[in-house]
């Protein structure tokens, strides 16, 4: 079979007039087309329609951007022969003889081998592997940013709503929405664009794959890491070829250079931002000669923002596309497959896309179009079986899994003790330096600030020293490895940084408050973090968190934790409950169980007394006494808080008085008895016969006289405790209340915490006119009832 030939190309009328109009579109091309160092009459012959070599007609193209094919006269029939291009790209090869072809071939191989072990599986947060292949990217065309704005970041600060477009800091605007294996093929130089996780790097690994399997013409994909090399080597003068050099193997610089010249590498670049300054300029300073010099290659660079150094005029900028309902479904059920059978793997992703699609879910479908994000989700779902009920819960989750994976620092790179933190020193470095941030309003953060938080923070480990290096230097590198491991906070530009997410540093400053809550000590300064108490910066928090109703539900969730685990406080609050909803009063049940739970547990009323008169005066004062908390049931309903701040005996629900008295009467003063069947008669308070009637039985029980004297007091030491039992056997019987608890000290404790962290929320509840009121509703409902029920609720 005979060798293919490639002849010389020559434009055709149209296509002479589209490659005068790209030149005089774009002084750049113009530059572009004089640094290809061909004699001024070859470039003539180009433009006047006559044959040249196809080589430097495929280059001249693509500097203007256009497709040969469209440009090219292939009328004559001598042009056969010349490869055809698909999609874009043209197979090369010449001859399949040749010797420098046969080495091409092998070091293709080669590479093809490297890349399918390293790249060709991803491993995700549950430790399976998932084959990249699996994958669905979308890219859209991004605008470039003015000439002025890309290397002047603080002009483009004085123009961006960090509120409004957060995620898409630094990019310009969006166009097409096209196919990426579709949009890589079409387009010979792109920088794919997108903040920490969007998926830059898998994506490149994705073409490399796509390029191993044919899946995208025929060329040598190299996959540079610029994070692997060293320091001496990114600040070489050709530090592009010399990285090659190593990827390939080769031993002679020159040997790199044919290998560029005779073109058809796909060279894909990450980690810019992962390197030092120094290095990454040298090396987008690079890229601009290596890039015109070797055009006959295509290059894919990966970058989070279009700041640069020096810009790429010749490359299209692209940004990875959140993905859509079907590539969110291809995700979901490859996930799942890594550990399910075809059939269970097909329903857990039918349920998972179900809960994804009902609109209290909507949030969590908006967190799943990020491939990060939606990992983590996956994880979530298969770790509790269903989505998280908040976004609080998300972050809680998924926060804390991402921190607990661990990956091996970049073989250059100098660690430092972040990499030595266990979880809970993760969280609390995390955590100073977003409450000192979140603070100030700042979501982007200078370095200068930064680096003094750190060191405070450094300062409060034991034994601990940043050796020789300076305290820039260390901050850098620790912000550094907080990047690589995690991307929590991540480098925008040069000197100025930021969280993730707003969301990501809400949370860390709602995990700080819960992690340090304490009721007795609300208004206590939080000491060197911050100057405001721990009441001032959750009510800081409620007015500034974006999704305020998430995060009070998920305040509501950590609230119900605290007495979670005490099977005797949950019996408590089932009868809370009980009671609550079997008394007929006029008042919100939130409210009626907030006011049992605080008769239950705080029993300071003392009705002693020498006259029956002054029974009710007693009483008032008792029911209004600071010692008496019913601050939560006021707050939760007006009736109630009217009662208290009035006089409150005849304001008050007769059912409550009564419980109430009775309640109090069990626990030091039974032998008071006489005094409140005197004070029920004189109010009228409603008592139930069969009560009333068991009432005076233990009335006339009691001896006759001062309680004062001998008798008395002989038979009161003998018969009390007798006596007292069956008095409130009676009264649980007829009013279900009277219950002695023995709650030990820690329970007390417990309560306590509870139903102050309980008031917190009520007043955060009330006094934020931005909390839904569905959530309101949610909240009031599930408020002081037992975990048991509260999950009954969810189902």
């Known amino acids: ?88 790209i043209p197979h090369p090869l010449p001859s399949v003889t040749s010797p420098f072809n046969r080495r091409w071939q092998e070091l293709k191989a080669q590479v093809q081998d490297s890349l399918q072990s390293q790249h060709e599986q991803i491993e995700l947060l549950n430790l399976q592997t998932l084959p ?66 969007a998926g830059k790097t898998t994506f490149l690994k994705y073409l490399a794959i796509a390029c191993c399997q044919n899946q995208y013409g025929e060329y040598i994909p190299i996959f540079l890491d610029l994070k692997v090399f060293s320091t001496e080597m990114l600040e070489d003068a050709n530090v592009l070829e010399l990285i090659i050099q190593e990827t390939l193997n080769l031993d002679h610089l020159e040997a790199v250079q044919e290998i560029l010249d005779y073109g ?202 940043i050796g020789q290096t300076t305290m820039a230097d260390y901050a850098k590198r620790l912000l550094s490895d907080i990047e690589m491991q995690h991307g929590i906070i991540f480098q925008r530009s040069p000197d100025l940084y930021s969280f993730a997410s707003p969301r990501i540093q809400e949370y860390l400053v709602g995990y ?21 108490n721990w009441y001032e910066l959750f009510s800081y928090l409620t007015q500034r968190v974006y999704r305020l109703d998430d995060f009070l539900l998920h305040i509501k969730h950590k609230i119900d934790q605290i007495v979670a685990r005490d099977k005797k406080i949950q019996i408590f609050l089932s009868w809370v409950n009980q009671k609550a909803i079997l008394v007929k009063v006029p008042y919100k049940i939130a ?34 006494s600071s010692l008496h908390d019913w601050s939560l049931a006021c707050h939760l309903d007006r009736e109630l808080d009217y009662a208290f701040s009035h006089n409150v005996i005849d304001e008050l629900d007769p059912e ?31 008592i139930e016969p069969e009560l009333k009637l068991a009432l005076h039985k233990f009335q006339n029980q009691l001896p006759k006289g001062d309680r004062g004297g001998v008798e008395y007091q002989q038979w009161w030491q003998a018969n009390s405790q007798i006596w007292i039992r ?17 709650f030990n000290q820690e329970q007390q404790a417990l309560l306590r915490q509870y139903y102050n962290a309980n008031k917190l929320l009520v007043e955060c509840l009330y006094n934020n006119p931005r909390v839904a009121p569905q959530t309101v509703q949610e909240l009031e409902e599930t408020l002081l009832l037992p975990i048991s029920d509260i999950r009954s609720r969810q189902h």
């Open 726 to 742: 069956n008095l409130r056997l009676v009264i649980i019987e007829h009013r279900n209340v009277g219950y002695d608890w023995q």
């Open 591 to 624: 409210a009626v169980r907030a006011f049992y739970f605080s008769q239950a547990i705080d029993r300071i009323f003392d009705p002693r007394i020498s006259r029956p008169l002054d029974f009710s005066h007693a009483v008032n004062r008792a029911l209004k």
């Open 264 to 465: 058809h590498l796909l060279i894909l670049i990450d980690g810019l931002e992962g390197i030092p300054d120094t290095g990454r300029k040298n090396v987008q300073f690079q890229l601009r000669t290596f890039t015109q010099r070797y055009n006959s290659n295509r290059f894919v660079i990966a970058c989070r923002t279009q700041f640069t150094d020096y810009t790429l005029p010749t490359f299209r900028h692209v940004e990875i596309a959140d993905l859509n309902i079907s590539q969110i479904n291809a995700f979901v059920q490859a996930w799942f497959k890594a550990e399910l059978d075809t059939a269970a793997t097909r329903e857990i992703t039918q349920e998972f896309m179900a809960e994804l699609a009902l609109a209290e879910n909507h949030k969590f479908f908006l967190l799943a179009q990020k491939p990060q994000l939606l990992q983590i989700l996956c994880w979530i779902f298969q770790y509790l079986g269903r989505l998280p009920a908040t976004q609080f819960e998300f972050y809680e989750l998924g926060l804390t899994r991402i921190l607990e994976v661990a990956h091996p620092p970049s073989p250059h790179h100098q660690p430092t003790i972040y990499l030595q933190l266990d979880l809970a020193e993760r969280y609390r470095l995390l955590s100073y330096l977003a409450i000192l941030t979140f603070e100030k309003k700042e979501l982007f953060i200078q370095f200068k600030k930064l680096k003094s938080d750190i060191n405070i923070y450094l300062k409060t480990l034991p034994s601990f020293s």
């Open 132 to 197: 990249i292949m699996d994958l669905e990217f979308d890219l859209y065309i991004v605008e470039k940013l003015a000439r002025d704005v890309s290397v002047n970041i603080n002009a483009y600060l004085k123009q961006f709503d960090p509120r409004e477009d957060f995620e898409r800091f630094g990019l310009g605007d969006r166009n097409e929405r096209l196919n990426a294996l579709e949009a890589a093929k079409k387009y010979p130089r792109l920088i794919v664009l997108g903040q920490p996780a």
């Open 1 to 88: 079979m005979a060798e293919p030939t490639q002849q010389a190309l020559k434009a055709s009328s149209t296509g002479i007039e589209q490659a005068k109009s790209a030149c005089l579109s774009s002084a750049s091309k113009i530059t572009q087309l004089r640094q290809l160092h061909v004699s001024r009459a070859t470039m003539q012959q180009f433009f006047t329609g006559q044959p040249i070599d196809p080589n430097l007609f495929h280059k001249i193209c693509r500097i203007l951007e256009l497709n040969w094919q469209d440009i090219a006269d292939l009328s004559d029939l001598h042009i056969k022969h010349i490869p055809e291009e698909t999609n874009g």
């Open 512 to 532: 700080y408050l819960l992690r340090n809550f304490d009721p007795n000590f609300l208004r206590k300064s939080l000491g060197t973090i911050t100057n405001k």
């Open 656 to 686: 409550f008085v009564l419980d109430l008295i009775l309640n109090c009467l069990l626990v030091t003063f039974a032998h008071d008895l006489s005094l409140f069947m005197t004070f029920a008669e004189d109010r009228k308070l409603a």
